[in-house]
């Protein structure tokens, strides 16, 4: 029976794992995969949108629509490159800056809430293994 496998117990955890996430980031104003963006500009502002569509490998549509979206809200905007006008960067505005703290606190009571009752060891452990899953 499917219903008993690893990988229908794992899709269905994500589900839920999701929806959640989906609840905590409406009061931010956001949708689920939004933050993901907004991350790799938290850690580097200024990427084009071929960088992102690289780091978050996804296609090109799903970051062209994130971004009319995110542009839509005050979130980021788009501008030249200074040095290079054909080329187009994506930039953070304060009220994008403003979200990192709040997505992040998200994330965090969340994995705490994924891994409530395991040990220290049992948490070393899963991290690991589900490392080993993405390489």
Avoid: C
């Avoid at 995969?33 to 949108?49: A, S, V």
């Avoid at 960088?51 to 980021?76: D, F, H, N, S, W």
């Avoid at 705490?112 to 049992?122: M, P």
């Amino acid at each position: 029976m499917l219903d008993e496998t690893l990988t229908y117990a794992l899709i269905k955890l994500m589900k839920a794992h999701r929806n959640q996430l989906a609840a905590a980031l409406v009061p931010l104003g956001l949708h689920v995969g939004q933050e993901l963006l907004l991350n790799q500009l938290w850690r580097e502002d200024g990427l084009t949108q071929g960088e992102l569509i690289a780091r978050l490998g996804v296609e090109p549509p799903t970051v062209t629509k994130t971004l009319q979206r995110l542009e839509r809200v005050g979130v980021v905007h788009r501008a030249p490159d200074p040095d290079r006008p054909r080329i187009g960067r994506v930039y953070l505005t304060d009220a994008g800056k403003a979200l990192r703290e709040p997505v992040e606190a998200i994330w965090r009571r969340l994995d705490e809430d994924l891994q409530r009752g395991f040990t220290q060891e049992e948490r070393e452990l899963l991290a690991k293994l589900l490392r080993v899953g993405q390489s």
